[in-house]
């Protein structure tokens, strides 16, 4: 009984135990420079190991607290060891990353991404991604939105913005008659001057558009310009010249 107690305080004091998972791969309380984790962190990466593992991954041998999920045309990776610019004390989610074989057109990789994501974060297990994920060569240019607390990841994965049919491709519409649809949707009336106007809330404010100022109809690139609140609740705005804007 009393070496029971004493196995109880070291573990809970030192957190020096390991935990046997798949295939005789161990969870360690370390990061991967070294850095010793304290019991309440290693008990948080202990039950994320619990999950994946009941989600049909299996923890690296050669790589303790590296999970990865493989089939023919994927291997997803939900690394609990840390990285330099984020500790895994700070962030216990698992760092999540992917290779795909390359026949995998990209709509399709980032569809099985984000179907992967929302499983992980339903079976309460969320993870993060890469601040460089516009680097990723699937992400290039893609408009997107990722809330990892409440499991939303937003991108093209080829269904239609509009209908959400299943087009099977690159792109937001599936045509040019649900592209007008969605282009309308974004006309507003202005509640200072009730002209009609379109928001650009949509749009990356670094594209170079040529629109016209709705206070002098002049044309102007956004680079130049400056939000115009339209409404405040909810909060959109149109772009204006900078001298035009009062």
């Excluded at 649900?178 to 809330?201: H, M, P």
Aim: charged fraction near 30%; glycine fraction near 6%; charge should be neutral.
């Amino acid at each position: 009984m009393l070496l029971g107690q004493l196995r109880t305080i070291f573990y809970y004091t030192y957190s020096y135990i390991t935990v046997t998972t798949n295939e005789g791969a161990s969870m360690i309380p370390n990061d991967k420079f070294g850095n010793k984790l304290y019991a309440k962190t290693f008990n948080i990466l202990k039950e994320n190991g619990c999950i994946l593992s009941g989600l049909g991954y299996k923890e690296s041998k050669n790589s303790p607290n590296l999970f990865f999920l493989r089939t023919s045309v994927f291997s997803f990776y939900a690394d609990m060891r840390g990285t330099k610019e984020i500790s895994i004390w700070s962030d216990t989610c698992p760092f999540f990353y992917w290779e795909f074989h390359r026949s995998i057109p990209k709509w399709e990789k980032r569809r099985v991404i984000k179907k992967e994501l929302i499983k992980l974060f339903n079976s309460q297990c969320p993870c993060r991604l890469s601040f460089y994920l516009y680097r990723e060569p699937e992400f290039e240019d893609i408009p997107t939105y990722v809330d990892v607390a409440n499991g939303e990841y937003d991108w093209d994965d080829g269904r239609c913005e509009v209908c959400k049919k299943d087009f099977k491709g690159e792109g937001r519409f599936c045509s040019r008659k649900c592209k007008g649809e969605y282009e309308k949707a974004q006309i507003d009336e202005c509640l200072v001057c009730g002209k009609e106007v379109y928001s650009y809330d949509e749009y990356d404010s670094n594209e170079a558009l040529e629109v016209k100022c709705i206070i002098c109809n002049e044309k102007m690139c956004l680079h130049n310009s400056i939000d115009h609140h339209i409404s405040y609740f909810p909060e959109k705005t149109v772009p204006v010249h900078r001298g035009c804007h009062c």
